[in-house]
């Protein structure tokens, strides 16, 4: 079964540009979670989508968003870049039961710079 | 809300054993779970414990007390390879995201 990919891996930007960001789930998982991943930071939680629905939503500004399709991949959009936005951006997929047991499974991430 | 906290740096010789505290404040969860990372690469599921006790799978096992809100995750024949960042984290009910802790990087020397 193939893991979780996310486009691109590495991505350059400016200040004030926005990106978007893709992820394509395990097949059959219908949730997907976004994490943002700085130095000394850990995983901060983004949001997750289950079923094309945002579920959750972590303490970020408006300029985050998200979406997923009816195919269960998933985007984010980063809309005015900062120089703080620099950072890993995994995302994790994993059945979506909201149980103890429901394991996330993570991308390699997407590594954004911003200039 | 929830809230966990481990050591941010352990150091520990090859063929020793380590432990990685994690020490939470939270409501109620459904169990604690433990991510290994290396360096360049995504978290990966290491284990999880839904009661309290000792869960072991091979050199690693991991253990949970609830009325100590405290948990492990202990490594033992320690190998270079080891050298890798470890989150412990936690779902509560309700369709909640799962919370991480802010990791512990484990350096494993010679």
């Known amino acids: 079964k193939a893991g979780v990919t996310q486009t691109p891996r590495y991505l350059i930007k400016t200040r004030g540009q926005q990106v978007t960001l893709s992820c394509s789930p395990i097949s059959g998982h219908r949730s997907v979670s976004w994490y943002q991943q700085t130095p000394g930071q850990g995983l901060q939680f983004l949001f997750e989508?289950?079923?094309?629905?945002?579920?959750n939503k972590g303490n970020f500004p408006g300029r985050f968003s998200g979406r997923q399709f009816s195919n269960s991949r998933s985007e984010m959009n980063v809309s005015t870049l900062e120089l703080g936005d620099s950072a890993l951006y995994l995302c994790?997929?994993?059945f979506g039961q909201g149980s103890g047991t429901d394991t996330q499974y993570f991308g390699p991430g997407t590594r954004l710079t911003v200039l | 809300g929830q809230s966990l906290e481990q050591p941010s740096e352990v150091t520990a010789v090859e063929g020793a054993i380590v432990q990685i505290n994690c020490t939470y404040q939270t409501s109620g969860f459904y169990g604690l779970s433990w991510y290994q990372q290396h360096d360049g690469g995504a978290p990966t599921f290491l284990s999880y414990?839904?009661?309290?006790g000792l869960e072991e799978t091979g050199r690693f096992s991991s253990f949970l007390s609830r009325s100590d809100s405290y948990g492990y995750l202990l490594l033992q024949e320690l190998q270079m390879k080891d050298s890798a960042s470890y989150f412990c984290a936690v779902r509560s009910p309700g369709n909640t995201p799962l919370v991480f802790g802010k990791g512990t990087r484990l350096s494993v020397i010679a």
């Open positions: 989508y289950f079923s094309e629905t945002q579920r």
């Open positions: 414990n839904a009661l309290d």
């Open positions: 994790a997929s994993s």
